[in-house]
């Protein structure tokens, strides 16, 4: 009789346990940069505690070094400021993206953001399904009441960053890595192009797109094509795939041959050191999700806006950690284009 107690005990705890995984939620909330899980969820008493702002990443991942990174920590300032609660869901792949998304939705969060051109989709058909939820897309335009858009003028930063490559390559030889060939980031080999083209017509920039975000071992293989060809400045828009654009640079460092890469989205000198990082194409994508969603704390959330941030809003540009590798005259030089490109002088196409 005890041993049958004693079983059907055992047998009731598995089945109990068993319940409990079955109903855990996917939720990510362990913050990347150094953060202890729980400090992106304090509240109190201050205006934004009652809130809870979401973010679905695309498949570049939270810690891509990149724009899901800055989205991210830009949503835990906003928790240190406001007092608002953030999460966010990793997408793994884009099948991800529409149960991610209602994931936070049906949960009634606040606000959902969803970062990446590639969600575009996605955020659209969650966005007409769900016309209460309140919505932001970086990179892409969805157009419905309960969605703000953000986008970048990633052409007239590249540009800046294609004349500072146009005069400081030794050997007339550029490369560009992107990710996925997608609008967004063919604006950015548009500008880029065009940059290097403006102060250096005898250059050569040779494109390889690795189609994908998430792949550092591709990246690391198109440099080192690159590379061997001579090129010795690349410039990559490619989120954590560039990382391998990085990785092939510092290895080269340690032969002994020195070559430069031009980082994106965020100062990658910070990340990646000096000694290989030229300059970076900064796209200002923590002020964007810091804006709208301090926006909708002061209860003056626009659905149905969309944003354009180029130089003239200071939304891309180059890093002030630029000065460490850039010479002095090639800055003023970037800053004459700026100037020219803000004033409409120059008109920089987007393909």
Same mark, same amino acid.
């Given at each position: 009789?005890?041993?049958?107690?004693?079983? +059907?005990? *055992?047998?009731?705890?598995? #089945?109990?346990?068993?319940?409990?995984?079955?109903? +855990?939620?996917? !939720?990510?909330? /362990?913050?990347?940069?150094? !953060?202890?899980?729980?400090?992106?969820?304090?509240?109190? &008493?201050?205006?934004?505690?009652?809130?809870?702002?979401?973010?679905? /990443?695309d498949v570049g991942g939270v810690n891509d070094n990149s724009?899901?990174? +800055?989205?991210?920590?830009?949503?835990?300032?906003?928790?240190? &400021?406001?007092?608002?609660?953030?999460?966010?869901?990793?997408?793994?792949?884009?099948?991800?993206?529409?149960?991610?998304?209602?994931?936070?939705?049906?949960?009634?969060?606040?606000?959902?953001?969803?970062?990446?051109?590639?969600?575009?989709?996605?955020?659209?058909?969650?966005?007409?399904?769900?016309?209460?939820?309140?919505?932001?897309?970086?990179?892409?335009?969805?157009?419905?009441?309960?969605?703000? +858009?953000?986008? #970048?003028?990633?052409? !007239?930063?590249?540009?800046?960053?294609?004349? %500072?490559?146009?005069?400081?390559?030794?050997?007339?030889?550029?490369?560009?890595?992107?990710?996925?060939? *997608?609008?967004?980031?063919?604006?950015?080999?548009?500008?880029?192009?065009?940059?290097?083209?403006?102060?250096?017509?005898?250059?050569?920039?040779?494109?390889?797109?690795?189609?994908?975000?998430?792949?550092?071992?591709?990246?690391?293989?198109?440099?080192?094509?690159?590379?061997?060809?001579?090129?010795?400045?690349?410039?990559?828009?490619?989120?954590?795939?560039?990382?391998?654009?990085?990785?092939?640079?510092?290895?080269?460092?340690?032969?002994?041959?020195?070559?430069? %890469?031009?980082?994106?989205?965020?100062?990658?000198?910070?990340? #990646?050191?000096?000694?290989?990082?030229? /300059?970076?194409?900064?796209?200002?994508?923590?002020?964007?999700?810091?804006?709208?969603?301090?926006?909708?704390?002061?209860?003056?959330?626009?659905?149905?806006?969309?944003?354009?941030?180029?130089?003239?809003?200071?939304?891309?540009?180059?890093?002030?950690?630029?000065?460490?590798?850039?010479?002095?005259?090639?800055?003023?030089?970037?800053?004459?284009?700026?100037?020219?490109?803000?004033?409409?002088?120059?008109?920089?196409?987007?393909?």
């Open positions: 009789m005890k041993k049958w107690m004693s079983a +059907s005990l *055992i047998l009731m705890l598995t #089945f109990a346990l068993a319940l409990s995984g079955c109903g +855990s939620k996917p !939720e990510t909330t /362990t913050p990347p940069a150094g !953060e202890k899980p729980g400090d992106a969820a304090a509240g109190g &008493d201050k205006p934004g505690s009652k809130l809870t702002i979401g973010m679905i /990443t724009f899901n990174q +800055s989205a991210w920590e830009a949503l835990q300032k906003l928790n240190k &400021d406001t007092g608002a609660n953030v999460k966010y869901l990793q997408s793994k792949n884009d099948t991800e993206f529409i149960p991610n998304l209602n994931q936070m939705v049906k949960s009634n969060y606040s606000l959902t953001w969803g970062i990446g051109f590639i969600i575009g989709d996605a955020m659209k058909t969650v966005a007409q399904q769900n016309p209460n939820a309140k919505l932001g897309i970086i990179d892409n335009v969805v157009e419905a009441p309960n969605v703000v +858009s953000v986008t #970048f003028a990633e052409h !007239e930063g590249s540009y800046l960053t294609g004349v %500072v490559a146009g005069l400081m390559t030794k050997t007339n030889k550029i490369g560009f890595v992107g990710g996925m060939e *997608i609008p967004v980031i063919k604006r950015f080999e548009a500008g880029f192009k065009a940059g290097v083209a403006a102060v250096n017509p005898n250059a050569k920039v040779t494109i390889n797109y690795t189609g994908a975000f998430d792949k550092p071992d591709l990246g690391k293989a198109a440099a080192a094509t690159i590379y061997n060809d001579g090129a010795d400045i690349v410039f990559h828009a490619a989120g954590a795939t560039g990382d391998g654009v990085f990785n092939e640079a510092k290895d080269r460092l340690k032969n002994n041959k020195k070559v430069w %890469v031009i980082g994106v989205d965020k100062d990658q000198s910070l990340t #990646f050191g000096d000694d290989v990082t030229l /300059t970076s194409m900064m796209k200002r994508v923590d002020t964007a999700v810091y804006q709208v969603s301090n926006d909708l704390v002061n209860n003056n959330f626009q659905g149905g806006k969309v944003l354009t941030l180029g130089l003239k809003e200071n939304g891309v540009g180059l890093p002030e950690t630029s000065k460490k590798n850039v010479p002095e005259d090639v800055l003023k030089k970037v800053e004459e284009y700026k100037q020219k490109i803000i004033s409409g002088e120059i008109k920089v196409l987007t393909q």
